[in-house]
């Protein structure tokens, strides 16, 4: 599985922006999908997953109730949705596609090259 990421940019604090993930290979269907980001000098760190069937997103407890992952199986793209963004969301943004639905970055099995997000105050 390839991946490649779109959308990131500079935004205002308490806006929106909407991060995508095209996925290239075969099965996409059949893996779970999902985002990371890491800021300069931390590490990379969960954000959001879904798994195959678009069935009970999970979120890290940063981005509840401002982050939405979703994704269409018949493009083969995963998408982030970011509301009510803070300067703290700053960070390079990676997508990962997983057998397993994964919370922990060392169990990915795949990632994309990053999309920076740049919150400013």
């Known amino acids: 599985v390839q991946l490649q990421a779109f959308g990131g940019g500079l935004v205002q604090a308490g806006g929106s922006l909407t991060l995508s993930c095209a996925a290239s290979?075969?099965?996409?269907?059949?893996?779970?999908m999902g985002w990371f980001r890491q800021a300069p000098g931390k590490d990379r760190i969960f954000v959001a997953a879904?798994?195959?069937?678009?069935?009970?997103?999970n979120y890290a407890d940063s981005v509840k109730g401002r982050f939405t992952i979703s994704r269409d199986n018949a493009k083969n793209t995963v998408y982030l949705q970011m509301n009510t963004l803070k300067p703290e969301d700053t960070a390079v943004y990676y997508c990962?596609?997983?057998?397993?639905?994964?919370?922990?970055?060392?169990?990915?099995?795949?990632w994309g090259k990053g999309t920076q997000v740049t919150v400013s105050s």
């Open positions: 290979g075969r099965a996409f269907s059949s893996y779970a």
């Open positions: 879904i798994g195959w069937g678009s069935n009970m997103p």
């Open positions: 990962e596609a997983d057998t397993v639905l994964t919370t922990s970055a060392i169990r990915v099995d795949y």
